[in-house]
């Protein structure tokens, strides 16, 4: 459970009572840093406001290629943790905002103009693998005498079927 301690330099000073630790919040309610006493979490907070954070444009690489675009809104050096919203599409869930622990998560970079460049190669790369699949599968399709259970004359009802 939290407990609001003030409002200080424009974010919520909180004690949490499972951690035991001040916890420093935006105005969205997502943590920006913690600390074990209120003047180190006042101090916490002052120094987020001088060095206020500029959210950095990023995109997600995925190891199969799947390029996803997006920003990272907030760092909790703390934790070693950061916010990202995703746009919205096929590879995000719900909102499109996650947590992502910076010591283990890989595939996020900054959206620099070089890294833009190397994206299209990745997203070119991308479409050649589906033609490729898309052909595989055209081919599978031109396979005959498959070893099923017609093969053997087992007659099976079709609801049967939709199981296998």
């Given at each position: 459970?939290?407990?609001?301690?003030?409002?200080?330099?424009?974010?919520?000073?909180?004690?949490?009572?499972?951690?035991?630790?001040?916890?420093?919040?935006?105005?969205?309610?997502?943590?920006?840093?913690?600390?074990?006493?209120?003047?180190?979490?006042?101090?916490?907070?002052?120094?987020?406001t001088k060095a206020e954070f500029k959210r950095i444009r990023v995109v997600r690489v995925q190891?199969?290629?799947?390029?996803?675009?997006?920003?990272?809104?907030?760092?909790?050096?703390?934790?070693?943790?950061?916010?990202?919203?995703?746009?919205?599409?096929?590879?995000?869930?719900?909102?499109?905002?996650?947590?992502?622990?910076?010591?283990?998560?890989?595939?996020?970079?900054?959206?620099?103009?070089?890294?833009?460049?190397?994206?299209?190669?990745?997203?070119?790369?991308?479409?050649?693998?589906?033609?490729?699949?898309?052909?595989?599968?055209?081919?599978?399709?031109?396979?005959?005498?498959?070893?099923?259970?017609?093969?053997?004359?087992?007659?099976?009802?079709?609801?049967?079927?939709?199981?296998?």
């Amino acid at each position: 459970m939290e407990i609001k301690i003030k409002e200080l330099y424009g974010y919520e000073l909180c004690y949490d009572e499972r951690s035991r630790r001040f916890v420093i919040k935006d105005t969205d309610g997502t943590e920006l840093g913690n600390a074990p006493t209120q003047d180190e979490a006042e101090s916490k907070a002052k120094a987020l406001t001088k060095a206020e954070f500029k959210r950095i444009r990023v995109v997600r690489v995925q190891s199969d290629g799947r390029v996803t675009m997006g920003e990272l809104t907030s760092v909790n050096k703390d934790d070693k943790e950061a916010w990202v919203v995703l746009e919205k599409g096929e590879d995000t869930w719900g909102s499109g905002r996650e947590k992502i622990h910076l010591a283990h998560t890989t595939g996020y970079f900054e959206a620099t103009a070089k890294n833009m460049t190397v994206l299209e190669n990745i997203k070119k790369r991308r479409e050649i693998i589906n033609q490729t699949l898309n052909e595989i599968k055209s081919l599978i399709e031109t396979l005959e005498s498959p070893i099923n259970l017609g093969y053997f004359g087992i007659n099976v009802k079709e609801s049967e079927t939709a199981n296998y």
